[in-house]
Structure formats: structure tokens, C-alpha cells
């Protein structure tokens, strides 16, 4: 019998745990083991908002992928996934090059939902890439240097965070923390500098525990963010946004963080999806296709209520680790694979620089112990990807 071939596109969460689990656990020859990914790094999406405000370097929250791969082990291809043809078992890149496989895994992560908002996809900005960031941070910076070129224009200092989910949330702490810096750098008074978090629904974090989303909200009120809550936006224009109550606010800074959806390669190639994840199966695996696993924000599963779990890295690692395991046992011809079930160790949040909130087990977390217990899950996260090296030359106490 011919080495099976297992081909993994996306190095996020989801597809380097697996790549990892691969590596550590087939001997040489076993199988070819193929990582696909756009750029030669692994990026720590759960750390973006801060290199988008500019309180870190966007170097800062990428992995050279060369340092955690074992390139004797793993093959890796920097390319973009154009198409994947699941009946004829291969995948195109952007560059034309067609890659076959026995097994695919798929982990191409997220792109930003925009409910069909007018405007948006071609007006406002997303925090979702390394490149994604450094563009939102330069052009923060060029709105201070353009005020003061023309004073008239006060929409310059205004910005409009649309969304007050996590991302939301934790990118406006973020930005509060920033702005003091910005004023003093570019002589702006900061009076004038205005930040909105603009939520359709009628609480902010909606579905979150109400303590801990009063908390935040008084923390970030408290650094200068104005919440308009149960507000939706109806339109985002070169000017500005439009809510539903038909008030018009001039930024030019719009960053919508109003919900992901799975890859659209996804929904391209033929797979069914809601909202543009595939509902998987309990080991993973798209309907209808044994060979193809799913893991990350592409994938769609259900908790015992029937409720999906939200699209997490938390979740996006598990998956990761199940398939990995998996793949392993299939490699090796055992009959009876490892149904995936979520261990959920709770949420937190960070609300800028030492501050933060969460839930961890049934406890509520606020403040500096939020804060300090986030930074202990990214150093996990770090040394399981890693090792100690990376871990401490990463996280920042
Ligand atoms: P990703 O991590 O997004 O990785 C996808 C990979 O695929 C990337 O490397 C990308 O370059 C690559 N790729 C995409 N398209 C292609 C293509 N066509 N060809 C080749 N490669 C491609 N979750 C938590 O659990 N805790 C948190 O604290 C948290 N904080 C967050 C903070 C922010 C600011 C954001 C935006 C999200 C946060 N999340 C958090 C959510 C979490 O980041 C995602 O759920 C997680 O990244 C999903 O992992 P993934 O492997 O599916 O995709
Ligand atoms: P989300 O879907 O969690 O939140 C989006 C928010 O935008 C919602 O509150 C929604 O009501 C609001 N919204 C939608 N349409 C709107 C409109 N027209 N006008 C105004 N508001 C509108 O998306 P997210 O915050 O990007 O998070 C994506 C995923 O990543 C989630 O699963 C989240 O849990 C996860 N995440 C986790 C953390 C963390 O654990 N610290 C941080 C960031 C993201």
C-alpha cells in the first residue's frame, strides 16, 4: 500500500494543532503530511486587537512557522487555497499548482459577516490578518497627522467600532489606551477624540453573563468609549455610518467587528454550510466525505441544547488535536476513532492594558486576575505550540 497523503490547508489554530499532533505522533514515512498556508507564519488571532489599536507590534503576534514545524516531518507549501474538489480528492492553489490527497483538512479560518450591510465591505475595516492590522494602526495614525492639517475635520478624531462582541469589546480597551498616547504625539486635545461601540442588540457581549458585561461596559466607559447599544447600523458610507434610528455619524474610522463567518473557499467548493461552516460530524467530517476533516471556525458544531458553539480558538485547538489524533489512528489502521467533545475552561476578555473580565469554571473574574489569568492561557497556548522558548519570548507580563 502506497504512504497516505494528508493535506492540511490553513496553519490557524485549528490546522497547526493538527499539524503538530502529526508531528509529534507518526514516525517518519508513515504518511506525507502537507501544510498549506498563505504566509510563511502562524498569527495569534486572539492577540490582533492590540497591534490594530498600535499598543503592539503586529511582528509581535506571529510565529515564523519554520520555528515550529519539523520540516522532515512536514512539508509546507506558502500558497494560497483557490478551489478544493472534494470528489476528485485535490485542492488548487491561487498560483495553479493542484495538490492531491487521501485526507484533507480543512482550517481556513474566518472572514468578517457583514449581513449584507451596505457599504461596509468596501468602507470599513476588519481585524482577521497580520496585514489586516498594520493598515488599521498606520491609518489611525494618519487620521491624528491629517487633523492637524485640517482642524475642521473633527471625523477624523471620531471612531466607530461596529459590533460590541468580544472582538469589539477587547479592540475598543485597546484603542482607549491608545489615544492618550496619540494626543500627546500629535498636540490633539483629547477632548475631541470620540470612540463608539455601536451593538444592534440590546446589551452589549449579548448572551454573556449581565455582571461581567456591566463591568466591562463601566470599565471601557470609563477610558472614554460611548456605547449606543440596541443600535443597529444600517450603513456604512465614505462618511461615516448610518444607525436604524437614522442618525448619521461622521468617522473616518469604521471598524465593523459585527461576526465572522466560515472561509467562502468553503461554500465555493460545494460543501453545505450555515453561515459558512459545515455542520460536521462527531469526528469532524464534512457530510458525505469520510476523508475530509473540518476544524476551526469553518467547522459548525452543536452543544446538547442544540445551541452551536461560537467560533472560538479555544474550540479551534480541541478540533485541532481530535483530528490530529485521529488522522494518527486512521494512518495506522485502527478501526475506532475519538469522537470530538468541547472541554470549555471558560472565557475571558481582555479591556486593555491590565484590565480584563471573564468566566472561568462558574467563577467571575474582573480586573488584574482576568488580566493575569488571560496571559497564563496565552503562555499555555504558546508552550504547547512552541515549547518553553516561545512561550516566555512571547508573552509580556
Ligand atoms: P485562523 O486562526 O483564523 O487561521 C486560519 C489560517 O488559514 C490563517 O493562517 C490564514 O492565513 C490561513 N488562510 C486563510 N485563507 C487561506 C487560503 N485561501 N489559503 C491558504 N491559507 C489561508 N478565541 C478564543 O477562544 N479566545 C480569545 O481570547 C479570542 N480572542 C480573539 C480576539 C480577536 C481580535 C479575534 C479576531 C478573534 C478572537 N478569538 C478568540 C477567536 C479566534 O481567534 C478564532 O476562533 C480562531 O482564530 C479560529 O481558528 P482557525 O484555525 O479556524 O482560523
Ligand atoms: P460576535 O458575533 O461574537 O459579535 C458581533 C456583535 O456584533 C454581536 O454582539 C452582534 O449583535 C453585533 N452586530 C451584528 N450586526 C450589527 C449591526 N448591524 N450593528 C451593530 N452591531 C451589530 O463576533 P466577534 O466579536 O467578532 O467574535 C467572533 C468569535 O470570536 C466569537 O465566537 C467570539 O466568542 C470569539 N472571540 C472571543 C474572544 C475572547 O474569548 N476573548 C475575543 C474575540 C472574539
Known sequence: MSTP?????????????TTLQLQKKLNYNEAEVTLVNKHDYHYITTWLHEPAAGTASADHARVYLDQIIDTNKIR???????????????????????????YLVIGLGSEPETFGIQGLKEHAFSIRSINAVRQIREHIEYMFAKYKMEPERTDYLTFVVGGAGFTGIEFCGELADRIPELCREFDVNPELVKIYNIEAAPTALPGFDPDLVNYAMEVLTRKGVEFKINTPIKQCTPEGVVLATGEEIKSATVVWTGGVRGNSIVEKSGFEVMRGRVKVDEYLRAPGYDNVFIVGDCALIFNDQGRPYPPTAQIAVQEGENCGANLVKIVRGEAVLEPFVPNLQGTLASLGKGEGMGMVGTKKIYGTSAALMKKASDLRYLYKIGGVGLALKKVRL
Open 76 to 102: 509546507f507549501i506558502k500558497g494560497t487555497v483557490q478551489s478544493i474538489q472534494p470528489e476528485e480528492r485535490k485542492v488548487t492553489l491561487e498560483n495553479g499548482d493542484v495538490l492531491m490527497y487521501d
Open 5 to 17: 497523503k494528508i493535506l492540511i490547508l490553513g496553519a490557524g489554530y485549528g490546522g497547526l494543532l
